[in-house]
């Protein structure tokens, strides 16, 4: 597994598209999932986009400590990974709730890289 201090962008722009181009494609899927199952709900479409501008915002906030504060590792490129493999977990969510196969190994893998993140990685113990 990719060890934080190894973790970097070919370019640091990347920092802030990656995660926004993941933010687009979760809502694109989102809307479409919805159309689909025919379960539009503007409240919970609400939520989902607040909660994204606050990842978003996390993503810039991380930046700038990192401009600020002399720090070993990347956070930002870490905050951004952690929010670029949370988006494509729900991407993926979204196309299989819409009737769209999706490889069950590709889900497992994504599925463990965020559990590893997050420090629920249970099957090395």
């Given at each position: 597994m990719i060890e934080l201090n190894d973790l970097s962008y070919s370019h640091a722009y990347w920092t802030f598209l990656l995660p926004v181009i993941g933010v687009c494609a979760d809502i694109v899927t989102g809307w479409i999932q919805a159309s689909v199952n025919g379960t539009w709900d503007s409240t919970k479409m609400r939520k989902g986009l607040y909660r994204k501008s606050g990842e978003l915002l996390l993503v810039v906030l991380a930046w700038a400590i990192g401009l600020a504060v002399a720090l070993p590792v990347n956070?930002?490129?870490?905050?951004?990974?952690?929010?670029?493999?949370?988006?494509?977990?729900?991407?993926?969510?979204?196309?299989?709730?819409?009737?769209?196969?999706?490889?069950?190994?590709?889900?497992?893998?994504?599925?463990?890289?965020?559990?590893?993140?997050?420090?629920?990685?249970?099957?090395?113990?």
């Amino acid at each position: 597994m990719i060890e934080l201090n190894d973790l970097s962008y070919s370019h640091a722009y990347w920092t802030f598209l990656l995660p926004v181009i993941g933010v687009c494609a979760d809502i694109v899927t989102g809307w479409i999932q919805a159309s689909v199952n025919g379960t539009w709900d503007s409240t919970k479409m609400r939520k989902g986009l607040y909660r994204k501008s606050g990842e978003l915002l996390l993503v810039v906030l991380a930046w700038a400590i990192g401009l600020a504060v002399a720090l070993p590792v990347n956070i930002a490129a870490f905050v951004s990974g952690y929010i670029v493999i949370m988006e494509l977990l729900s991407v993926i969510e979204n196309l299989d709730q819409a009737g769209i196969p999706i490889p069950k190994k590709l889900v497992k893998m994504l599925k463990k890289a965020k559990d590893t993140w997050e420090g629920d990685d249970e099957d090395e113990s």
